[in-house]
């Protein structure tokens, strides 16, 4: 197990975390100390638990929370992005309160 130095940033770039982590943790894992640390909403404004996923700016590459940094090929000095993760039935939600709102 090495342990590598990243940077994590949020899909605005407005949040950043460096982080020292071990190259043999699973992105679940991560996840699960980090979102709490930088301070990520954790539900949406339906209520619903939010989910993330990492996004490898070297390798153009989204990883699996079964990943390792190391599988991921995740590296000393790499940005990892942290997207939210946007699923169909939230979308059709967002979809039905707004076509409530312009018909009211």
């Known amino acids: ?3 590598i130095n990243i940077t994590i940033v949020d899909a605005t770039g407005n949040k ?3 982080a020292t982590l071990p190259d043999d943790a699973s992105v679940k894992r991560i996840m699960e100390v980090l979102l709490p640390k930088m301070k990520m909403p954790l539900t949406g404004p339906d209520g619903e638990p939010l989910s993330y996923k990492f996004h ?10 079964s990943q390792t940094l190391a599988e ?7 940005v990892l992005r942290l997207h939210p993760e946007i699923t169909a039935g939230a ?8 076509v409530r709102q312009l018909n009211s």
């Open 91 to 98: 979308v059709r939600q967002l979809g039905s309160e707004a």
């Open 16 to 18: 950043e975390q460096q």
């Open 56 to 65: 490898h700016k070297a390798s153009g590459k989204q990883l699996t929370e």
């Open 1 to 3: 197990m090495a342990r």
């Open 72 to 78: 991921a090929g995740v590296k000393e000095g790499d």
